[in-house]
């Protein structure tokens, strides 16, 4: 199955910064790679798919990008209600599988 | 809005069974797959099974085969997961997932329910 990492496992940015965000697979995806927002206590939501399309509701702020293997999330002006953990996921392969562990968490720098 | 929401979690020894079930609303259940998917610290999120909308096709990753089986009632607009056999490992906050047509990433998750495997 495929493997996808992200680095860094913890990025602390200040309130109003960019946060950007890296994923990687461990063989091509092509461009059927998804990101979601995790709060604690909550389910995760699905913020991009097809690694640039933003999910309904979901602020201009944040943006997608990538194909293949690399793949990045962007973060603009961050707010306070950003600050949680992020995970990326393929669904080009089967099974469909979530990075390995637990993501990115973007913490109050 | 779309909501799905989970129950049947618990403490179970292992070896047991547990039934799983999430009561959907605020789409056309029939029209959509759905799956489980599992969390846990340790290995993070994991695809688990998927049925397509009609029922007639079933998804079962490779841990699970045998032991869990997933199911819907199109009538009830519910989703269940059985699952015997349980391991420790199988410990884990289970999600109720939606997932766009023609599609295998997941749009809409319920808030999970926990499942714990421990004698």
């Known amino acids: 199955e495929i493997v996808m990492t992200q680095s860094p496992a913890t990025l602390s940015v200040s309130p109003g910064e960019r946060a950007t965000l890296s994923c990687r697979a461990s063989q091509s995806v092509h461009n059927n790679l998804a990101w979601y927002q995790q709060k604690p206590g909550q389910a995760p939501r699905l913020l991009i798919y097809g690694a640039s399309t933003r999910a309904t509701g979901v602020p201009a702020r944040f943006s997608g990008s990538g194909s293949g293997t690399e793949f990045t999330l962007t973060v603009n002006s961050l707010q306070s209600e950003d600050f949680a953990l992020y995970f990326c996921h393929q669904y080009n392969d089967w099974p469909p599988t979530w990075t390995l562990g637990q993501g990115t968490k973007v913490e109050i720098k | 809005e779309v909501q799905l929401l989970e129950s049947g979690g618990g403490l179970v020894q292992p070896g047991g069974s547990l039934r799983l079930s999430c009561a959907a609303s605020?789409?056309?259940?029939?029209?959509?797959?759905m799956t489980w998917v599992r969390q846990t610290p340790g290995k993070g999120l994991e695809w688990v099974s998927g049925i397509s909308g009609s029922g007639g096709a079933t998804y079962n990753v490779d841990s699970v085969k045998g032991r869990f089986t997933i199911s819907r009632d199109n009538s009830k607009n519910t989703l269940y997961l059985q699952m015997n056999s349980l391991r420790a490992e199988d410990t884990a906050v289970y999600y109720c997932t939606r997932r766009p047509m023609g599609w295998n990433y997941v749009d809409y998750w319920g808030q999970g329910t926990l499942v714990t495997v421990s004698p």
């Open positions: 605020g789409f056309t259940f029939s029209n959509y797959a």
